[in-house]
């Protein structure tokens, strides 16, 4: 579980991000109030809650580790840690309180409804329950540690099953993490700049998936939120530039390396086309056609066409050699026989030459 205790202080990545303003978010709500921070963690998100003035903090964490570390870091009379089971809670025997923060807990736990109870039992009658949980992405990560997947309106149903007034938002990160209130028309808001849509770097994702689902649950009306709000990563930041200076070098690269092959061999089409088709099926792929053959169908095919021509170049010389042979065996058979003829007659004619007058 060490990789899902997010600390800000030791790392800044986009999940410490999205946690920040999550707290960030919930922090004047906790003005003048006594606040119970469930699943604490390491105590960074207590400590915020704190500085915006609430009467007293309670963090319950089940690591007795993080909560050691959080006692150790955050000395405080008004800031208190518990380590225990939320599923547990009642054993503390807490006084009620006025808020309460659980953001990315209801996933970890074996019995996320039975939770929710013991969050409600803990709030005064007028409390407020503010927590979030990953939204869609959490499926295509596939994360070990999460028990439960919940949609927008899994999770509506769950906590309508405790308290009377439920707001969901969608949170997503995008270089920044924003939290954004959902159009009931249309669905999801866009990410919007003035009159310019938003960047959006999905790293693989799904784009119109919530990264996590902000909600906020009571029996009385529910507080307004200063919407949308959004925090801003640094490290995230120059790491997508380095990325995409990267890439925009080796793009820049490749682009110069075609060029001048194509400057350099002119038509690529035809002048590789004794190449197997190498030209044909390179433009195909580059123009992101799909070629009727593969590549190693085609070169197989080219292979056996080239070996049948061959066999069939062996042959007709084998005939051509055959009627050669034929042909000179009757040549020489009719020299000799040419040949023979005039041998009889010079002995014919040596013959007269001997005998006396």
Same mark, same amino acid.
């Given at each position: 579980m060490?990789?899902?205790r997010?600390?800000?202080i030791?790392?800044?990545d986009? #999940?410490a %991000?999205?946690?920040?303003?999550?707290y960030a978010?919930?922090?004047?709500? !906790?003005?003048?109030?006594?606040v119970?921070?469930a699943a604490?963690?390491?105590g960074?998100?207590?400590?915020?809650?704190?500085?915006?003035?609430a =009467?007293?903090?309670?963090g %319950?964490?089940?690591?007795?580790?993080?909560? /050691?570390q959080?006692?150790?870091?955050?000395?405080?009379?008004?800031?208190?840690?518990?380590?225990h089971?939320?599923?547990?809670?009642d054993a503390?025997?807490?006084e009620?309180?006025?808020?309460?923060?659980?953001?990315? =807990?209801?996933?970890h736990v074996e019995?996320?409804?039975? %939770?929710?109870?013991?969050?409600?039992? !803990?709030?005064n009658?007028?409390?407020?329950?503010?927590?979030s949980?990953?939204?869609e992405t959490d499926?295509?990560?596939?994360?070990? #540690?999460?028990l439960h997947?919940?949609?927008r309106?899994? *999770?509506?149903?769950? *906590?309508?099953s405790? @308290?009377n007034e439920v707001?969901v938002?969608r +949170?997503?990160f995008s270089?920044?993490s924003?939290?954004?209130?959902?159009d009931?028309s =249309?669905?999801?808001q866009s990410l919007?700049?003035?009159d310019?849509?938003?960047? =959006?770097?999905d790293?693989?994702?799904?784009g119109? !998936?919530?990264?996590?689902? @902000?909600?906020?649950?009571? &029996? %009385?009306?529910?507080?307004?939120?200063?919407l949308? /709000?959004?925090?801003?990563?640094r490290?995230?930041?120059?790491r997508i530039?380095?990325e #995409? +200076?990267n890439?925009?070098?080796?793009?820049d690269?490749?682009?110069?390396? #075609?060029?001048s092959l194509?400057l350099?061999h002119?038509d690529?089409?035809?002048k590789?086309a004794n190449?197997?088709?190498?030209?044909e099926w390179h @433009?195909e792929?580059?123009?992101?056609?799909n070629?009727?053959?593969t590549?190693?169908?085609?070169?197989?095919?080219a292979?056996?066409?080239r070996? /049948?021509?061959?066999?069939?170049?062996v &042959?007709?010389l084998?005939?051509e050699n055959r009627f050669?042979?034929?042909?000179?065996a009757i !040549?020489?058979? +009719?020299l000799?026989?040419v040949?023979?003829e005039?041998?009889?007659r010079?002995?014919?004619a040596s013959?007269? *030459?001997?005998?006396p007058?």
């Amino acid at each position: 579980m060490a990789l899902e205790r997010i600390d800000p202080i030791s790392l800044e990545d986009c #999940y410490a %991000v999205d946690h920040l303003l999550r707290y960030a978010l919930s922090a004047p709500l !906790a003005k003048g109030k006594r606040v119970l921070d469930a699943a604490s963690g390491h105590g960074f998100g207590s400590v915020l809650l704190l500085h915006q003035e609430a =009467t007293e903090v309670v963090g %319950v964490d089940i690591s007795e580790e993080a909560v /050691a570390q959080s006692r150790e870091r955050w000395p405080d009379p008004r800031l208190i840690f518990h380590a225990h089971d939320l599923e547990q809670l009642d054993a503390l025997e807490l006084e009620p309180f006025d808020l309460i923060t659980t953001f990315e =807990t209801l996933e970890h736990v074996e019995h996320p409804d039975k %939770v929710l109870k013991k969050l409600k039992h !803990a709030l005064n009658d007028e409390g407020l329950l503010v927590g979030s949980v990953p939204g869609e992405t959490d499926k295509l990560d596939k994360n070990e #540690y999460h028990l439960h997947h919940f949609d927008r309106h899994s *999770l509506e149903k769950l *906590l309508k099953s405790e @308290f009377n007034e439920v707001q969901v938002f969608r +949170q997503e990160f995008s270089i920044r993490s924003r939290i954004e209130a959902i159009d009931k028309s =249309t669905g999801w808001q866009s990410l919007q700049w003035g009159d310019e849509r938003g960047l =959006t770097i999905d790293f693989g994702r799904a784009g119109d !998936a919530e990264d996590s689902l @902000f909600f906020m649950a009571s &029996n %009385v009306p529910l507080p307004e939120l200063n919407l949308p /709000a959004s925090s801003s990563s640094r490290n995230a930041w120059l790491r997508i530039r380095t990325e #995409y +200076q990267n890439a925009q070098r080796e793009l820049d690269g490749f682009v110069g390396k #075609y060029r001048s092959l194509f400057l350099e061999h002119g038509d690529l089409k035809v002048k590789f086309a004794n190449m197997l088709g190498w030209g044909e099926w390179h @433009f195909e792929q580059l123009h992101g056609r799909n070629p009727s053959e593969t590549e190693k169908e085609r070169v197989a095919k080219a292979c056996s066409q080239r070996e /049948a021509d061959l066999r069939q170049q062996v &042959n007709q010389l084998t005939s051509e050699n055959r009627f050669l042979k034929d042909q000179l065996a009757i !040549a020489e058979d +009719q020299l000799g026989k040419v040949l023979q003829e005039h041998l009889n007659r010079f002995e014919e004619a040596s013959q007269s *030459l001997k005998q006396p007058e």
